[in-house]
């Protein structure tokens, strides 16, 4: 859910009016009673809920047929992954929409409480470590029996972004022996703070602008995938988290990699949803494969609902700070997460690669507004020598005017 009943009272009391749709949120256990108890307005439809709506916040972008039911005119807060939505992108501009999309939320502290990113993916780690010890057939700790020492499982986590993290701390937790990887040098601290031992591999780090890993190039993803073989086919699970935002997730496990694991090992891939970082998984599918169970985590968050909505009902009310006023919808698009995240705006599409993808040029790039002034500077110089030269040294002090008269070309 966008918006959940706590969240809701909140906004009330900004002089925002809240509408949900019923039975939005049974599902993660949030009751109509609820919202209404928060000062809410409870609709009997989406329609109704839609109704006069300036601001519509949804977790999901909406369809093509879905964008039609919208206010002519409405600005709309989703995850939108705009390049890759680019059909929906230009219906949301044909009803003249204010676009933001939470993908797009620039790194900086300021926005970190904005940050749903980061916020869903916690909650995607979790899942995903709780997934890996559902699937293994064997214990996460190490047991000492009378029957024998049980050893613990072993666990290998490609990816120490959010999710990564919370996927250690969860498998840590469940008692398993955890090494994770990364290709940024800046995770290894992160890691082993976590108590995890983190993997180095004889190829270059890879850091890119605002904490993210740069995008490899093929040669670069051949060199890591032979170089982690290893590291796989020793593991009992291999938990990856690797995506690019708008693309097709990388490859971290071939198929070769797949077949070298024991048997009855568990991959959970949690990138599954936009490509997979394993060769054979399948979105939302459980895949069965020598003897190793592929888990294609589709919408982990979805599995905890809960909690998941709770945070990005938190991210949604402070972005919605940025955007409202005593009240009245009034966007700042000087500041930039009010700008950096916004991808239409009063149905013209500002963000530039999603322009391209739809064949527009961005409002940025269509006039070039610095080349005009470039000319009338040049012309001053020969102004200023004659009147600057002229007198000697004593002038400017006897007679101030000069200053003057300098300043007018």
């Given at each position: 859910?966008?918006?959940?009943p706590?969240?809701?009272?909140?906004?009330?009391?900004?002089?925002v009016?809240?509408?949900?749709?019923?039975?939005?949120g049974?599902a993660?256990?949030f009751?109509?009673?609820?919202?209404?108890?928060?000062?809410?307005?409870?609709?009997?439809?989406?329609?109704?809920?839609?109704?006069g709506?300036?601001?519509?916040?949804?977790?999901?972008?909406p369809?093509v047929?879905?964008v039609?039911?919208?206010?002519e005119?409405?600005s709309?807060?989703?995850?939108l992954?705009?390049?890759a939505?680019?059909?929906?992108v230009?219906?949301?501009?044909?009803?003249?929409?204010?676009?933001?999309?939470?993908?797009?939320?620039?790194?900086?502290?300021?926005?970190?409480?904005m940050?749903?990113?980061?916020?869903?993916?916690t909650?995607?780690?979790?899942?995903?470590g709780?997934?890996?010890a559902?699937?293994l057939a064997?214990?996460?700790?190490?047991?000492?029996?009378a029957?024998?020492?049980?050893?613990?499982?072993?666990?290998?986590?490609?990816?120490?972004?959010?999710a990564?993290?919370?996927a250690?701390?969860?498998?840590r937790r469940?008692?398993?022996?955890v090494?994770?990887y990364d290709?940024?040098?800046?995770?290894?601290?992160?890691?082993q703070?976590?108590?995890?031992?983190?993997v180095?591999?004889?190829?270059?780090?890879?850091?890119g602008?605002?904490?993210?890993?740069?995008?490899?190039?093929?040669?670069?993803l051949?060199?890591?995938?032979?170089?982690?073989?290893?590291e796989?086919?020793?593991?009992?699970?291999v938990?990856?988290?690797?995506?690019?935002?708008?693309r097709?997730a990388?490859?971290?496990?071939?198929?070769?990699?797949?077949?070298?694991m024991?048997e009855?090992?568990?991959?959970?891939?949690?990138?599954?949803?936009?490509?997979?970082?394993c060769e054979?998984?399948?979105a939302?599918?459980?895949v069965?494969f020598?003897?190793?169970?592929?888990?294609?985590?589709?919408?982990?968050p979805?599995?905890?609902p809960?909690?998941?909505?709770?945070?990005?009902?938190r991210?949604?009310a402070?972005?919605?700070?940025?955007?409202?006023?005593?009240?009245e919808?009034?966007?700042?698009f000087?500041?930039?997460i009010?700008?950096?995240?916004?991808?239409?705006?009063a149905?013209?599409?500002?963000?530039?690669p999603?322009?391209?993808a739809?064949?527009l040029?961005p409002?940025?790039v269509?006039e070039?507004?610095?080349?005009?002034?470039?000319?009338?500077?040049?012309?001053?110089?020969?102004?200023?020598?004659?009147v600057?030269?002229?007198?000697?040294a004593?002038?400017?002090?006897?007679?101030?005017?000069?200053?003057?008269?300098?300043?007018a070309?």
């Amino acid at each position: 859910m966008a918006i959940v009943p706590e969240v809701a009272s909140r906004l009330a009391q900004t002089g925002v009016e809240v509408v949900v749709e019923s039975g939005a949120g049974e599902a993660a256990r949030f009751a109509d009673e609820a919202y209404r108890a928060a000062g809410a307005t409870v609709a009997d439809s989406a329609a109704a809920a839609l109704t006069g709506a300036a601001v519509v916040a949804r977790v999901q972008p909406p369809t093509v047929e879905e964008v039609a039911g919208l206010p002519e005119g409405v600005s709309l807060i989703s995850f939108l992954q705009p390049v890759a939505a680019a059909e929906v992108v230009s219906a949301l501009a044909g009803r003249a929409a204010t676009v933001y999309s939470l993908d797009l939320l620039p790194r900086i502290s300021r926005a970190q409480s904005m940050d749903a990113l980061s916020s869903q993916a916690t909650v995607s780690g979790y899942r995903a470590g709780l997934s890996a010890a559902e699937h293994l057939a064997k214990f996460f700790p190490m047991f000492m029996t009378a029957a024998g020492t049980v050893p613990p499982a072993k666990v290998l986590v490609m990816g120490a972004g959010v999710a990564g993290l919370q996927a250690i701390a969860t498998a840590r937790r469940l008692g398993a022996v955890v090494r994770a990887y990364d290709v940024r040098a800046a995770a290894k601290e992160e890691v082993q703070s976590l108590g995890a031992k983190f993997v180095e591999l004889d190829l270059e780090t890879q850091d890119g602008a605002g904490g993210y890993a740069k995008e490899q190039s093929a040669e670069y993803l051949s060199k890591q995938q032979e170089l982690l073989a290893a590291e796989v086919a020793a593991s009992d699970v291999v938990i990856t988290t690797a995506q690019i935002p708008g693309r097709k997730a990388p490859i971290l496990v071939t198929t070769a990699m797949v077949e070298g694991m024991g048997e009855g090992s568990v991959i959970v891939d949690m990138a599954a949803d936009s490509g997979g970082n394993c060769e054979v998984s399948v979105a939302g599918e459980d895949v069965q494969f020598h003897g190793v169970t592929v888990v294609g985590l589709s919408n982990p968050p979805a599995s905890m609902p809960t909690h998941a909505s709770f945070l990005y009902a938190r991210n949604i009310a402070n972005f919605l700070g940025l955007l409202v006023t005593d009240g009245e919808l009034a966007p700042d698009f000087t500041d930039e997460i009010v700008a950096g995240t916004c991808v239409v705006r009063a149905g013209t599409v500002v963000h530039g690669p999603t322009a391209e993808a739809l064949g527009l040029v961005p409002p940025a790039v269509a006039e070039p507004e610095t080349e005009p002034p470039a000319d009338p500077p040049a012309e001053p110089p020969p102004a200023d020598p004659p009147v600057v030269e002229p007198p000697p040294a004593d002038p400017p002090v006897a007679e101030p005017p000069p200053a003057d008269t300098e300043s007018a070309p």
